[in-house]
């Protein structure tokens, strides 16, 4: 479900609609429409939310990527104001 959304950069409407997604699809799994259960559920099934599993996904995929070095060193970027 995540395939390639590592090189997007998404907005928070976007991880919204995915993490619903997920919600729903535990919903029809498990049976239930409590919030709290399908909370659980994600838990237990060590399921993190859209924006935690995207975030860490991309970090990967950056790290891979052969970067220029002002976007791998924080301080030589351009600041803007």
Known sequence: M????????LRVSQFKSINY???S???KIFDTNSQEVVDDCLEMFNCPPAEKTIAVRKCKFLTKCDLPVTLKNPSTRLRHY
């Open 2 to 9: 995540f395939f390639a959304l590592d090189a997007c950069s």
């Open 21 to 23: 997604v997920i919600n």
């Open 25 to 27: 699809t535990f919903r």
